[in-house]
């Protein structure tokens, strides 16, 4: 059983950690979220240092804007932190590289098991594939979601640029002219409440191969969460991702 303080409690998947980690046994012993709730089963401050417990490990669904004082608390508190938001900037990630060198830092821009899987397997088919095949890259996501494209469909396009650097074009309203090789598109979709789907096209000369993802519920990301959680357990400091979870299984 884990003791855990979770970051972003109030929100939508602050409360899908919370049912998954009841389901499999572990214990929320902290909460952090600017709207502290009034009711609820474990204390919740708006400041990690308020907190005068001990947690096992961090796990974080707030706002990358907060991950700066998180970090602060994991690395005063040699506490192991599991990093979940997106859109964080240059200086952000430049911070969670540095905590790394004190206490063990997971961080990954999606929480899925079948997503990493679905990475592994587009680094394979650009590999494979090479300069002959064109790849885009297209994301739906809820209509309430601030960062586009999203994260994970950044995670896709890295993994596939990690032995050969391809740019990336967004949309492709702005300009008017032909595909260049080796580009990798990114589009995104908003609306309604579509939880995630990812869909990268290997496109070729009279084929396509399409490889897709598809989250039917934020289930799958509270529970990739949690194992991300029990994995960090006993780690050394270093920067951990999902890659890791993947092999370790």
């Excluded at 979770?6 to 409360?15: H, I, P, S, V």
């Excluded at 919370?18 to 012993?29: L, N, P, T, Y």
Aim: aromatic fraction near 6%; charged fraction near 20%; proline fraction near 4%.
């Amino acid at each position: 059983m884990l003791n855990i303080m979770l970051c972003g409690c109030g929100g939508r998947m602050g409360a899908a950690v919370i049912a998954a980690a009841k389901e499999a046994g572990d214990r929320i012993v902290a909460g952090v979220d600017i709207n502290p709730a009034a009711d609820s089963p474990f204390p919740i401050f708006t400041s990690p240092d308020e907190f005068q417990g001990r947690a096992d490990v961090i796990v974080d669904f707030s706002h990358h804007s907060a991950l700066q004082g998180l970090l602060a608390y994991a690395t005063k508190n040699a506490t192991p932190i599991v990093v979940c938001t997106t859109g964080h900037t240059e200086e952000e990630l430049a911070a969670m590289k540095e905590a790394a060198t004190t206490v063990p830092v997971f961080f990954s821009r999606n929480m899925s098991l079948g997503i990493n899987l679905l990475i592994a397997l587009c680094r394979r088919a650009a590999a494979t594939l090479g300069d002959a095949f064109d790849i885009e890259i297209i994301e739906k996501h809820h209509n309430q979601k601030l960062d586009a494209p999203s994260g994970t469909a950044l995670m896709i396009a890295d993994a596939i640029s990690e032995e050969k650097e391809h740019p990336y074009v967004y949309d492709r309203h702005a300009e008017r002219r032909a595909r260049a090789k080796g580009e990798i598109g990114l589009h995104a979709v908003r609306g309604g409440t579509i939880v995630g789907e990812h869909e990268v096209m290997f496109c070729g000369k009279d084929e396509v191969i399409t490889l897709s993802h598809s989250a039917a519920s934020r289930e799958v990301f509270a529970t990739g969460a949690l194992r991300a959680a029990h994995f960090m357990t006993g780690k050394p400091a270093g920067l951990y991702n999902m890659d890791h979870v993947v092999e370790s299984l």
